[in-house]
């Protein structure tokens, strides 16, 4: 017996214990923090991008320009995280009738391939300007300042969108915040090679691009794994799996479980389970306890939908007549 109440129904956020499903109030309200910090982030990054820019070609610093295109890689995600924010809003239709959340995934997969690009690109300038050595020069001082600058704005940048992205418990805010961090943590690379280049090791400052093209290199490789598996119906980790059996199990009338299967869909989670349940019980009766167990899950979980299949259980002397 097959148990689906309106597999269109928004699924709560991934809930506290004690939390009950998001109202739409709560979710536009979300959507609007994801959407402020982004903004934030897009507004900080054109202000990076430019000053870094600017200051690489006037203070001659390699690694400055190779951060300043990893800022430009920020903004152009930034973007992509809006677009893709919007879509992800829009209400299920005949063709994607369990509406649009993956267009967040896919919106990673493109993160990841954006910096592994990116990253490319930085590690093939640094290591041409490694095989010519007499055109390396020092740098001007005016780019270790922008640098320290940098520095600083990103890492308060990252602080504030992770903050943004945990309240909101978007994946993809999650992805683009450490997207900031990894930005931050180029710019420290980055101005460590232009100290040394200013104290006279003038390769310190294509080493300290290299360094930085790895760094976005790896992170695009990282988000891209996870996005393309997440696209590919990857399961909920172990601990999301077993926080959804027991509360299944915890449904009174459910005698016990198996072949519970989940699979991603965007940040949330689709459920399939066989329900163990009593067959003296009637067809309604049955149905009425699958129906609760599933409002448990959709209420305490972060998931979007829950098939149901009841198979009958035969309890003492049912067991021996049959």
Known sequence: MESEH?????ASAGLPDDATAASPAEADAR???GRRSTLVSVAVNIGLTAAQAVAGVISGSQALIADAAHSLSDLL???VVLLAAWQ???DPDAHHQYGHLRFETAASLALGVLLLAVGAGMLWAAVDKLQHPASLQPVQPVALWVALVALVSKELLFRYMLAVARRVRS???VANAWHARSDAASSLVVALGIGGNLLGYHMLDPVAAIVVGLMVA???LRFGWDALNDLMDRAADEETVAAIRATMLGTPGVLGLHDLRTRKMGDQVLVDVHLEIDAALTVAQGH???VEARRRTLENHHVLNVMTHVDPVYMGSQASAA
Request: proline share 9%.
């Open 31 to 33: 959507h609007r923090a």
């Open 77 to 79: 995600s930034d973007f």
């Open 88 to 90: 992800s809003r829009k």
């Open 288 to 290: 009425a306890i699958a």
């Open 218 to 220: 790896r992170m695009g």
């Open 171 to 173: 994946g993809m805010l």
């Open 6 to 10: 309106n597999p269109l129904r928004p």
